[in-house]
């Protein structure tokens, strides 16, 4: 799968392209069995342009915080490419990648596990401009520590209480504007509402929008939930298995989901679509293991309209428009308004 994508938009230059991205996880299975191999990513392809937000849904298992540790330079890819505005960082290291470190930053669900619970809240914000020899002095570090802390809606006066001090919501802000601190390009964004009381998460994705727009940020937002994808989202990108299901623009993929998998996880979305909930879709069985991955389309095995070819052939992500789904029988309907052999 090599076709990068690009939805046609007002967008401009890609910040971030990845081209195939994989990887692949060496498992020991214990002590007298052969040592195994995970393909936690197995090929992702899309392209990221300042300002916009591509949500990476999926269920637990699929690939999406590997695919999110990949982004963000945490892990190297096993194979693929993986572009920051422009510049090949694939597999970079030393001091490349201690450069580039800053342009791409993360946020994770648990604002508390990424929190030293012994730093105040100003020495959690003014610690990366001290590791990363911004030059800046203890003045200046204090005083945008304070501006940001002040930017993501926090009184200043709180600055030197510690993140228990605080309340779940509050610490995710404290969390997004510690990853602001470089003035990076890219967030990757992991689950980062879904810890949070449902009051909450629309204060958080509110703020998230109003910093995306003020910093120019391009958000990768890693999330199982679809009903807040389809409000903050530009593209939605579907993995299965470490694979794309589907990859579209939100109101393609919502208005016109293609693959059985994406329709299964609409129809268990509760939103205001009253059409959509009557016909629920019900998968067949768990997630397989991506140990031992289903040969064929890897969602064959769950899916209601699988035909003779699905378990032995591969779909590539293909479509028009940008709207890309690894089906075959999403492919152009017969004149019957069926695929050939479909059995649904
Ligand atoms: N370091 C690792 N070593 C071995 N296998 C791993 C490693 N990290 C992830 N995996 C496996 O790769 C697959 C994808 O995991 P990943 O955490 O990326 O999925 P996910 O979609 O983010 O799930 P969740 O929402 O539960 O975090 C899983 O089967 C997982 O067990």
């Known amino acids: 799968m090599t076709n990068t994508r690009t939805i046609p938009s007002a967008a401009g230059a890609p910040v971030l392209e990845a ?5 692949t996880y060496s498992v020991n299975r214990g002590l007298f069995a052969p040592t195994g191999s995970v393909k936690a990513v197995a090929g992702i392809s899309f392209t990221l342009a300042p300002k916009q937000t591509l949500a990476i849904v ?5 690939g999406k915080s590997t695919l999110g540790r990949m982004l963000t330079l945490i892990e190297p890819p096993t194979s693929g490419r993986l572009m920051i505005e422009g510049r090949d960082v694939t597999g970079i290291a030393g001091a490349s990648l201690k450069a580039m470190r800053p342009t791409v930053q993360m946020v994770f669900q648990n604002p508390y596990g990424s929190l ?4 105040t809240i100003r020495a959690a914000l003014e610690e990366p401009l001290l590791v990363n020899n911004t030059g800046m002095s ?20 709180f600055a030197d209480r510690y ?6 919501g509050q610490r995710q802000r404290i969390a997004i504007a510690r990853a602001l601190m470089l003035r990076p390009k890219i967030v990757v964004l992991d689950e980062p509402v879904s810890a949070l009381d449902v009051s909450v998460r629309a204060q958080i994705l509110n ?5 995306q727009d003020e910093f120019g940020l391009a958000y990768v937002f890693i999330s199982h939930d679809l009903s807040v994808v389809r409000h903050i989202a530009d593209e939605v990108l579907v993995m299965y298995l470490g694979r794309v299901a589907e990859h579209g623009s939100t109101e393609a993929v919502f208005a016109d989901p293609r693959h059985p998998y994406t329709r299964a996880l609409l129809s268990a979305t509760p939103m205001a679509d009253p059409e959509r909930r ?17 040969s064929g389309c890897v969602f064959n095995p769950r899916c209601p309209i699988a035909f003779d070819r699905c378990p032995t052939e591969r779909p590539e992500p293909g479509g028009e428009n940008g709207h890309l789904t690894a089906c075959f029988a ?3 309907v017969l004149a019957s308004g069926r695929k050939e052999g479909a059995a649904a």
Do not use: C, T
């Open 163 to 168: 993140p228990h001090m605080f309340s779940g």
């Open 116 to 119: 030293n619970p012994r730093q």
């Open 58 to 62: 999926g269920e637990s298992g699929s």
């Open 330 to 332: 999403a492919e152009p």
């Open 19 to 23: 081209v195939d991205l994989q990887r």
């Open 138 to 157: 203890a003045a200046e570090r204090r005083e945008a520590a304070i501006a940001m802390i002040a930017r993501v809606g926090l009184r200043p006066e």
């Open 207 to 211: 703020l998230l929008g109003e910093l």
């Open 278 to 294: 009557k016909e629920r879709i019900i998968l067949k069985g768990e997630l397989p293991s991506p140990f031992n991955p289903p």
